[in-house]
T-cell receptor
Framework: SQKIEQNSEALNIQEGKTATLTCNYT??????LQWYRQDPGRGPVFLLL?????KEKRKERLKVTFDTTLKQSLFHITASQPADSATYLC???????????FGAGTQVVVTP | GAVVSQHPSRVICKSGTSVKIECRSL??????MFWYRQFPKKSLMLMAT?????????EQGVEKDKFLINHASLTLSTLTVTSAHPEDSSFYIC?????????????FGPGTRLTVL
């Protein structure tokens, strides 16, 4: 069966350090993978998209890698700040019409 | 740009009543809108995909007579939860894709918290 797995345990990290989140998937062949941020009681906010032929993508303090052999994406937040505290979701394209399947998300807590 | 709104943000209703949730794309035309529900600390579960002017496509296990979706225009989709029961209590979120230039990027609404008593 198809699965998208993210660490269910919250990631507690000190301000200034790098947070690294993992997204593993099975029985998918995604053309692209996306990362979203979700704050409590709010809808997700798009952060980054990485295509299957891209190894790495960066946006400001965010970096995403995509390894289609390992079926894994890593999401890094460098120089983390308390304002980065949120739940981060990975999502894969489930069809060619834009339908997405989401992982359950990993909560990140950045302490000063 | 690319803002999606939802109304209402919260609704509390009695069991057996119907509730309508609106999803609007404010500054772009949404050719496709998606409806999700989310339980606490759980993933977003896709309920249905709606394209403007056509019937919604429902995911397996989602009752189409229970969750009525109308995508009447390129900026508005509605989800009606008919004869709501306490188990329908959840966080409902819509998203939209369209002519914003980023084909695969979904823009999410802020969500609607439905509580059925």
């Amino acid at each position: 069966s198809q699965k998208i797995e993210q660490n269910s345990e919250a990631l507690n990290i000190q301000e200034g350090k790098t947070a690294t989140l993992t997204c593993n998937y099975t029985n998918y062949s995604p053309a692209y993978l996306q990362w979203y941020r979700q704050d409590p009681g709010r809808g997700p906010v798009f952060l980054l998209l990485i295509r299957e032929n891209e190894k790495e993508k960066r946006k400001e303090r965010l970096k995403v890698t995509f390894d289609t052999t390992l079926k894994q994406s890593l999401f890094h937040i460098t120089a983390s700040q308390p304002a980065d505290s949120a739940t981060y979701l990975c999502a894969l394209d489930a069809d060619s019409w834009g339908k997405l399947q989401f992982g359950a998300g990993t909560q990140v807590v950045v302490t000063p | 740009g690319a803002v999606v709104s939802q109304h209402p943000s919260r609704v509390i209703c009695k069991s057996g009543t119907s509730v309508k949730i609106e999803c609007r794309s404010l500054d772009f035309q949404a050719t496709t809108m998606f409806w999700y529900r989310q339980f606490p600390k759980k993933s977003l579960m896709l309920m249905a995909t709606s394209n403007e002017g056509s019937k919604a496509t429902y995911e397996q296990g989602v009752e189409k007579d229970k969750f009525l979706i109308n995508h009447a225009s390129l900026t508005l989709s509605t989800l009606t939860v008919t004869s709501a029961h306490p188990e329908d209590s959840s966080f409902y979120i819509c998203s939209a894709t369209g002519t914003s230039g980023r084909v695969h990027e979904q823009f999410f609404g802020p969500g609607t918290r439905l509580t059925v008593l």
